[in-house]
């Protein structure tokens, strides 16, 4: 255990406290520059350009990205172009935040239809209603005293979002509910992202790569539950 104020400005003076054989190394931050250091430290465990295996959340994307604009290893690019409007567009949230529960109380007052996930024959009502030209939000509902295991949830959206997509061409989905989102994803068949522009912090928009050619190419945006102003999915 490495107390995170002990991570001075020189990497060595925390790190070395590593015996080398470790099977898991847990960190934690506190500043922008502690998470620069520990970009520095994970390239540094790379080597011969093998893979380096790491698990945790877009903390690990900023500590390599913010070391490697540091070294200029990455050109950093500031303009990105405005991604247009399109309808229809399908929500699916599988997210209990009240602040997802805001945004889709918003979006329904200003002309999105929604299904709750619990009704009959939830994937051809979707295709239905997108054929119509709507924006839809498809979710889960309150769930706060039933909570469903995140793997259902995403299973079960992402498979109504892979099926609306074939059946409708549909060319833009966002997914609500950041544990949600990684199963929705791996259920849409969803390869690789290509980041198209950024949206709000930790949630750009993408352009899907997927060996389904009904999939390949959609955008879509997942963002966690907590993500956004009571106005995003407008």
Known sequence: LINV???????????QSLKGDEEVVLLDVLTNEQLTKIGEWLESLRKNDQTLFSVGSSGIEMALGSYWNK????????SWPQ???ITPLL???GSCSPVTTAQIE???????????????????RTIEILKQGKNLIVHTGNRQTEPIPSEITGKALGSIAREAIINT???RVIVAGGDTS???????????????APMVSGAPLCKVHSANKSIHGIEINLKGGQVGGKEYFL
């Open 5 to 15: 104020l002990q991570m001075g400005e020189n990497i060595n003076s925390w790190h």
């Open 182 to 196: 990684s199963h929705a994803a791996t259920e849409m068949e969803i390869d690789a992202l290509e980041m198209i």
């Open 169 to 171: 061409g549909l060319k």
């Open 106 to 124: 918003y979006a329904k007052a200003n002309g999105f239809e929604q299904i709750l996930v619990d009704a009959k024959n939830v994937t051809q």
């Open 71 to 78: 070294t200029a290893a990455l050109q950093t690019r500031h």
């Open 91 to 93: 929500v699916v949230s």
């Open 83 to 85: 991604p247009e409007k």
